[in-house]
């Protein structure tokens, strides 16, 4: 499968493996829960403002169509590959169905760099990528939403672009979108929020003051600012690190993170802040505190740290910030680290995501209230099952989940036959 050479997509194929063999997939069944059903692949020429044409590569993998249409986020990254694109649309399904929402998984997105775009260039890869991917998604199919370097402007352009191909707009193609064009209330906090309604539940479980606890975030992007703020005004948790691509920041204080938030709008990340002292943003991870929030890139906890942790309760924002070879070393910790699983923990997204869409297709709007008292409700369901399933059977918190989400599609495909 040199289609998907990627160390991303082994990493996932390897979690995959551990569940199968856990609850016993029949050899038979393996690759067709594994590998996705569909991937595309696309080139996009754009005219640049210099004059010059650029092309960009673009990727959109559906994993399965078994339970409903797809659903995933599209992603603007420089190293962008159809592998970790690929393991990331197999998350997502697993994601959804421990969720148990009326989705496969899917994910895309272009290999470019959205910073170094003018608007005008970043508004002509957006639709062009959207029109190449016209003949294989739709509001029944493949349902698109943002991810790490998309926006609710780019989903405007998407939904534009695919309403004016179908004559009539369709909301209901793309989720993440502003609220003036069918657009949900509390879509882009909903990752963030639903991170930390999932550590108040564990520090409950835990027995921990939330006064006198601690976090630290890395990734201060749409989940890690949000976590932030919510965790410092909401619980009342002291946030002493946090960090992006350009900077590490700690300070034992505690750090205002309005204050970040505000410098980051204007300036476009922490590298300026002078609020707290710079460190190294590896030794961040494992600096002592309560509750660490990896929210940035996969595979950041690793062998090489995972026995150095120092947190409480490890709140996976990201997806795939933990190897499996780290999984062995916390699962021997599982006493000292109380792990929240990314496929669980981030799952707020997709969630608010469904709801956006069901809204689409009724042509019914929701207050954000409503739409936050669903989230929670659908997170505090998922997440007494995990603890119940990892309680019962001795296993870890990701194994609980992953094995419960893995169950849902086997026992779908199974009752459809071999088509979905």
Partial sequence: MNIYNDEVFQMACDQFQVIADYINIDKNDRDRLMYPKRSIAVTLPIHMDDGTTQTFQGYRVQHHLTLGPTKGGTRFAPNLSMGETAALAMWMSWKCALANLPYGGAKGGIACDPTKLSRRELEGVSRRYMQEMIPFVGPHTD??????GTNEQIMAWFMDTYSVYQGYAVS???TGKPVSIGGTEGRRESTGRGVVYLIERAM???????EKSTAIIQGFGNVGSVAALALERKVGVKVVGISDATVALYNPKGIDVRAAEQHVAKKGNLRAFTEADRVDPNELLTMKCDVLVPSAVDRVITEKNADKLQCRILAEGANGPTTPEADLLLNERWDEVFVIPDILCNAG???????????????FLWTESEVTDKLFRILQHSFAQVIRRAKDHKVSHRTAAMAIGVERVMKAKHARGLFP
């Fill in 349 to 363: 997204g997709v969630i608010v995501s469904y709801f956006e869409w069901v809204q689409g297709l009724q042509s």
């Fill in 204 to 210: 409950d479980m835990l027995k921990m003051d939330a």
């Fill in 143 to 148: 349902i698109m939403g943002p991810d790490m």
């Fill in 172 to 174: 209901e193609i793309v």
